[in-house]
């Protein structure tokens, strides 16, 4: 069950839809917040410094890129142990899906059962998540993604916009998935790979 007063990190364009999807919701979005506060409103919502952040309130993480999601977290839980992190869950599931804390799937999702999501992970519009797959602490789903069954993305993994995960493939840990990219096979821990069938660019 979502609350009724949440407070977003990040403050740009994914913040910005991350507020209309609570707004939707019936959630009031109390702040951004990020390493830039400024103090100034951004639609109507105050912008505040991270280091700000008031004690005992929900928060979301509405920041794509993985490793600075990481770091925004970090700062958040240091400067404020009460902190609880909320979901955000805006496609119908069908099956069994368990899910962390912090889980953000926007619109347009399809995710059948049996499906694995850690904590901090974004699941961008128009996604489609297969049976039987996990998806591991932090990692970002770009807009449009097929992941098929049995195949498994570690932490903190960027899969870009469009890109496809054929079945039972292994995403190690912060590899980073090119726009586009038809993944056919496993791919090892920091690897960037792109194209089709994608291959290793770094
Ligand atoms: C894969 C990616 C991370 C590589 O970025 P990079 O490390 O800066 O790499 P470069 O742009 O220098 O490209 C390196 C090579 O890979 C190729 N390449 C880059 N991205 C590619 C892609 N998506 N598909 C195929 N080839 C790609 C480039 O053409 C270049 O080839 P060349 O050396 O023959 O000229 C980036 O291009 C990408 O696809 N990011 C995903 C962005 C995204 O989806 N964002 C969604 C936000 S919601």
């Known amino acids: 069950m979502i609350s009724r007063n949440v407070g977003i990190i990040g403050a740009g364009r994914m913040?910005?839809?991350?507020?209309?999807?609570?707004k939707a919701q019936g959630v009031q979005v109390s702040f951004f917040a990020d390493e830039y506060g400024k103090g100034q409103e951004k639609d109507n919502i105050p912008h505040i410094d991270i280091l700000r952040i008031p004690r005992d309130i929900d928060l979301i993480i509405a920041v794509g890129d993985p490793s600075l999601k990481k770091k925004l977290v970090a700062l958040v839980r240091k400067n404020n142990n009460k902190v609880r992190f909320i979901s955000c869950i805006c496609s119908e599931a069908s099956g069994k899906i368990?899910?962390?804390?912090?889980?953000t799937i926007a619109p347009g999702c399809n995710?059948?059962?049996?499906?694995k999501v850690g904590s901090h992970v974004i699941i961008n519009i128009g996604c489609n998540i297969s049976h039987d797959v996990e998806i591991e602490d932090f990692t970002y789903v770009s807009p449009g993604v097929n992941i098929a069954g049995y195949s498994k993305i570690g932490k903190g993994v960027m899969?870009?916009?469009?890109a496809t995960v054929i079945d039972r493939v292994k995403i190690g840990d912060n590899v980073i998935i090119g726009a586009g990219a038809v993944v056919i096979k496993d791919v090892p821990s920091g690897d960037t790979v792109a194209g089709v069938p994608a291959r290793s660019i770094k």
């Open 159 to 162: 899969i870009g916009v469009g």
């Open 98 to 103: 368990y899910l962390g804390d912090d889980v």
């Open 15 to 22: 913040a910005a839809e991350t507020a209309n999807y609570l």
């Open 111 to 115: 995710l059948t059962t049996d499906i």
